[in-house]
Each structure stands twice: as structure tokens, then as C-alpha cells.
């Protein structure tokens, strides 16, 4: 034994569990509450383990991708069809129906502010130069006309 620290809990066998636990989104302290460590030992194990951060690293960008996914539809809204089981004439019967569910404003609003945030912040910003030289140029063309006009009414 070359190393002063006690051996490592980690396992090839973690990486399917971190996986299956990320597609959940867990973060790096739910997996520490899992697997019964530390954070830092997380952190390590990713760092050194290519094949526990591969597994953590897709896992949580296929969970964040659903969620996207999700947050898309329920901004500009979707359809599904529900299905049950009713009785009718002293039978069940199955029983689909499509439901459409409209968009979402504060969805909308979140998915915005979020991929677009230059353009809806929310928040004023200083205005840039050319925004500056086109009032200016605004400004100068209606003292013209105002002067063409006081002109023409003379």
C-alpha cells in the first residue's frame, strides 16, 4: 500500500448507479447522500474516474434535456390524449380523449428571459452608441421639419 488515506469507496459498478440517479437530477450531494460519502469524494471521483463522469456528465444532460423539453411545450402549449376506463351498459369500456392545454405565460416568460435575456430581461440598459446617434439623428431631422414648416407658415 503506497498511498497514506484510507482505500476508495468507488466502484466501476457506481457509474450505472450515478446514472440512473442523475436521470433524475440528482446533484453532486444527492449522490454523496447516496453512495455515503462526501461531496468532496464526488467531486474527486469525477475528477479521476472518466467513466463516473461520463456517466454523471450524459445522464444529467439527458434530464436537463427532457426538462427543456417540457418547459418548451407547456410555454406554446400541446395536446395529449388521455385515456381511461369508464363503465357503460355494464362494461368497461376504454375511453380516449384528446385534451389540449394552452401556453403557459410564465413559461413563456422564463424561456425567454432565459435563452434570450438581451432581449427579455426585463431590465432597461444603457443605451449603445448607435442607439445615441440614431436619436440624434431623429432629434436633427424633426428640428428641419419643424423649421421647413415654420418657414412654409411665415
Known amino acids: 500500500m503506497t498511498g497514506a488515506g484510507r482505500p476508495t469507496l468507488y466502484r466501476r459498478d457506481l457509474c450505472e448507479l450515478a446514472r440512473n440517479y442523475c436521470l433524475l437530477g440528482a446533484t453532486n450531494a444527492d449522490l454523496a447522500g447516496f ?3 462526501t461531496t468532496r469524494t464526488i467531486d474527486n471521483w469525477i475528477a479521476v474516474h472518466p467513466e463516473f463522469a461520463t456517466a454523471v456528465r450524459e445522464a ?3 434530464a436537463d434535456a427532457k426538462v427543456a423539453r417540457c418547459l418548451y411545450e407547456r410555454a406554446v402549449g400541446y395536446e395529449h390524449t388521455v385515456e381511461r376506463t369508464v363503465w ?3 362494461k368497461e369500456r376504454p375511453v380516449s ?3 389540449r392545454l394552452p401556453p403557459d ?7 425567454l428571459r432565459n435563452r434570450q435575456p438581451h432581449f427579455w430581461s426585463g431590465r432597461a440598459t444603457a443605451p449603445e452608441a448607435d442607439t ?3 436619436l440624434a439623428l431623429l432629434d436633427a431631422a424633426g428640428e428641419r421639419a419643424r423649421a421647413s414648416r415654420s ?4
Open 60 to 62: 444529467r444532460a439527458i
Open 35 to 37: 453512495f455515503d460519502v
Open 151 to 154: 418657414n412654409v407658415d411665415s
Open 105 to 111: 405565460t410564465r413559461a413563456c416568460m422564463f424561456w
Open 132 to 134: 445615441v446617434d440614431l
Open 97 to 99: 380523449e384528446k385534451v
Open 88 to 90: 357503460h351498459l355494464g
